[in-house]
């Protein structure tokens, strides 16, 4: 799976870098920074034995950090690749017909995205992003007649999103995003989830 993350971003990267000139660009070169937002996690989950739970769902905080690399071609497109990590605390919890409860919870999350994009003036970049995206959550479920346990696993999916940057002359640039995760389905015992997140973050860093 880490194989497939490198090789879609890396992908990207190269047809948005591949007409990179030594035009001198704003956006040009290395960079760092951090972001902060939510998550919203829309989980469809089934249970052995009682079909498909409704309302497993939740939202929480994420912040994290993140590095990459880009530039700007002659004709004003953008492109490069972007790594990050974050801390969640989303989790999902449904009662199962008074008996008991499932839940899902997120904890870290870990990504290789490709960006591509174009300029809008000088110090705006516009761009959408593609990439594959890891999360670790903890899965659980209690209650009797049920086999009962919880698990902690990584569950991983493509990412898709946009986002808009505004950049400083004096290196530091700050950016909105928004994106969904389509992870794969994994089982826990009984449980089986199918989760998706939608996270929106705002970031400031710095680019050198």
């Given amino acids: 799976m880490q194989k497939r993350i490198i090789t879609t971003a890396g992908l990207i990267a190269i047809l948005g870098l591949g007409a990179t000139t030594a035009q001198a660009s704003g956006f ?3 960079y ?28 929480g905080a994420v912040g994290g950090l993140f590095a990459g690399y880009g530039g700007v071609s002659s004709g004003g497109v953008y492109g490069g690749v972007e790594i990050d ?3 969640e605390d989303a989790d999902a919890t449904v009662s199962i017909d ?3 409860t499932a ?12 960006r591509i994009g174009g300029l809008v003036s000088d110090n705006v970049l516009v761009y959408g992003l593609l990439g594959y995206q890891q999360t670790e959550v903890r899965s ?4 009797p007649g049920f086999v009962n346990g919880s698990d902690t696993d990584r569950i991983n999916g493509p990412r898709i999103g946009a986002g808009v940057e505004v950049q400083r002359d004096t290196g ?15 089982s826990y015992g009984d449980l089986e989830i199918d989760p998706g997140a939608t996270r929106v973050q705002f970031g400031l860093g710095y680019r050198f």
């Fill in 140 to 143: 659980s479920v209690r209650g």
């Fill in 172 to 186: 530091w640039f700050m950016r909105g995003e928004v994106s969904y995760t389509a992870y794969s389905s994994e």
């Fill in 103 to 114: 839940g899902v919870e997120a904890r870290h999350s870990y990504g290789v995205t490709g």
């Fill in 28 to 30: 040009d070169g290395g």
């Fill in 98 to 100: 008074g008996e008991g």
């Fill in 32 to 59: 760092i920074g951090g972001q902060v937002g939510g998550a919203s996690y829309d989980i469809d989950a089934s249970l052995s034995g009682l079909g498909s739970l409704s309302g497993l769902s939740g939202t």
């Fill in 85 to 87: 990590a974050q801390i």
